[in-house]
């Protein structure tokens, strides 16, 4: 099939296991007209046979015309440089929406290195050789702020852990390669259809699992403020796809005086000689970067209460005896041992038995920890002029995702005996 020239040709890269999925089912729907000529997607997994949860939607779009899929080990320079050769008889490739990073907080610091900042310095020195037009950095809610007042793009905010410093460590040294087109894109927590990693999604499974026993969800977490600000995938899609085409229509120089922000250091100062690309310390590079939250303002509270309603049970707190006693390693084992077992009755109770799933209740220290991340979306909104699609944190969109998820086999349909 011919494609539309006119159209920009898109790379995405890395991703599968959170959002790139998203944003390839935005670009080219399964109904209706594709936003771009060509789309190639780079990513370590393979996807025939599947070695990471895809989805059903994401298997038709793999199926259009336009789609193409490349299985890389992005960590070798080689592989990286052969994926932004274009097809054959081909223009080059305009805009890169890099996805890469690692999203685990059980991974050793070497690994942070390698395959968040290692890959990301490869991907930015390649797109900017290639001169692309728009290159769309997703930077993930790996931050702790403060809980009074949600932050600005140019407030210093600290990384989270020790994988959130090597993510902004990542920003910074992208945001010094000259010549690259880039624009940093910070979300909050997202969630959305065939999303299945991430607190929110945690979440949502837990929930169910209380409302099957019919017993109440509580959080170690008292009801203060807490700001845990979300945003639904399709926004993540949508507003990528926007500050590729800001940026296009700009260039970096216009972009940095419009929406550039400086990028301070948060790392140890000794990693500076031992990390190559890293840069000293007392370096300020500026890059365009936004916020990308809904209008929620969620909390901790109104999350889990909205969640819990979906499951017919309520959203409630411990007190502070049972708190101090459930802080303790072993006690946070049997919470998420109940958790599993609810979830593996569940998956046997229902017509026919779910034996296979990629969604799972288990609860990591991350998600079990207090987090607060607040950020304010208006420069999305004023600069690039971006409208939010889902703009409301609700039940609505919960239902829709686990509909979904029921209607590929892998939601339980159970109901509780007593009930």
Known sequence: MATDSTKPSVLIFGGLNTCSRGLAAFLVPLEGEALVSHLRI???????????????????????????????????????????????????????????GEVRYDRSELIQINTTFGVARLLG????????????????????????????EKDDIKPAETLGIWWHETLRMQAS??????????????????????????????????GYLQRPMKSLWGPGKNPTHSVHVDDVAGAAWACAKWMESHGRKAADDLAGEAILFHNDKSR???????????????????????????????????????????????????????RLKDDLEDINEHHVEGWTEMLMNSNPPITNTPLNPYMDKYTL??????????????????????????????????????????????????S
């Open 42 to 100: 780079v990513d370590k997994y393979s996807v025939h046979p599947p070695t990471t949860y895809i989805g059903h939607e994401f298997t038709k779009v793999l199926e259009k015309p336009e789609v193409e899929y490349r299985q890389a080990n992005l960590t070798v320079a080689a592989a990286i440089q052969s994926a932004f050769d274009p097809p054959e008889g081909k223009a080059a490739f305009d805009y890169v929406f890099d996805f890469t």
């Open 125 to 152: 020195l390649e797109a900017a050789q290639r001169k692309v037009k728009a290159y769309v950095r997703i930077q993930h809610p790996f931050y702790e702020t403060s809980s009074k007042t949600a932050a600005l």
């Open 177 to 210: 390669i000259q010549d690259l087109n880039l624009v940093i894109l910070r979300i909050g927590f997202v969630y959305g259809p065939y999303t299945n990693f991430g607190n929110i999604t945690s979440a949502i499974t837990v929930a169910s699992v209380y």
């Open 272 to 326: 500076v000689k031992e990390v190559e690309g890293m840069l000293p310390h007392e370096e300020k590079p500026v890059a365009p970067l936004f916020n990308l939250v809904d209008d929620a303002k969620s909390t901790l509270a109104s999350t889990g209460q909205t969640i819990s309603a979906c499951f017919g049970t309520t959203f409630e707190f411990f007190n502070m005896v049972e708190v101090t006693l459930i």
């Open 369 to 418: 920890e207090k987090h607060v991340v607040a950020f304010n979306n208006s420069k999305i909104k004023n600069i690039v002029g971006y409208k939010l699609l889902h703009p409301d944190f609700n039940q609505a969109d919960i239902k829709e995702i686990v509909d979904k998820w029921k209607a590929e086999g892998v939601w339980p349909n159970a109901q509780n005996p007593s």
